[in-house]
């Protein structure tokens, strides 16, 4: 959610170039939309590297001659492909939201958590539907480290760091005030292959969620009155 605040709000406003990070991730965010609208069975090397193709040409033209972003997103998409990630078996959810059905990529979600003036928002990568119906929120990561958590130990952001999991419980929880079921989420890390399992059942990391955004939400309130 901080990258996509800074991007949509602020970068707009700044008269400067879009950081590489941020292009290469949105790339690849493009090119995984587009990969998983295709059914199933048509989910391969192939099409993945035509999602890829039709995601530079369309959205990102002035990256086709950047040999370093190509290279890498080559390593991101060989990552997907051979990390173990599932992708041939995926069934997308539907998603019904202001009463309209929606398929389950990028999915906008907002609402209240816990006592606080302002809602929680961010976007959701893709929504799977489970065989036995319930949902699973999927978010991609394209960084080269996976910062570690631990749930049975404290929260600390220099040993325990909790980001990852604070944001897919915070999706889980507005999704479930729209009345869907999620029964799980995980993080998909392409370049440094592997996944984070998020619990979203631990009541106790529920309530952290809560007591964090809290806190943000009286921050915001003693900047405002500061300025």
Do not use: C
Not at 115 to 134: E, H, I, Q, S, Y
Not at 182 to 196: M, Q
Request: aromatic share 10%; hydrophobic share 40%; no cysteine.
């Amino acid at each position: 959610p901080a990258d996509w605040l800074l991007e949509a709000f602020i970068m707009p406003k700044m008269k400067v170039a879009e950081p590489i990070h941020f292009a290469r991730g949105n790339a690849f965010h493009s090119t995984m939309e587009l990969f998983f609208s295709l059914p199933k069975e048509q989910r391969n090397q192939t099409t993945l590297s035509q999602a890829a193709g039709k995601a530079f040409k369309e959205k990102y033209p002035h990256l086709l001659k950047d040999k370093e972003t190509i290279e890498w997103m080559k390593v991101a998409m060989n990552g997907y492909l051979t990390g173990g990630f599932n992708y041939s078996d995926v069934e997308i959810a539907t998603i019904e939201q202001d009463g309209k059905e929606k398929n389950g990529i990028e999915i906008f979600v907002k609402g209240k958590i816990g006592n606080t003036k302002r809602d929680f928002l961010g976007f959701v990568d893709r929504v799977d539907r489970l065989p036995n119906g319930a949902l699973q929120i999927v978010d991609y990561k394209t960084g080269k480290k996976i910062a570690p958590f631990d749930p049975s130990l404290p929260v600390d952001n220099e040993t325990n760091d909790f980001a990852y999991w604070r944001q897919q419980l915070a999706y889980t929880m507005i999704l479930e005030q729209q009345g869907h079921y999620v029964a799980g989420a995980k993080l998909e890390f392409p370049i440094a292959r592997g996944e984070v399992v998020v619990d979203v059942r631990n009541e106790h990391l529920r309530k952290q969620v809560q007591l964090d955004i809290e806190a943000v939400d009286r921050d915001l309130d003693k900047y405002i009155e500061d300025k």
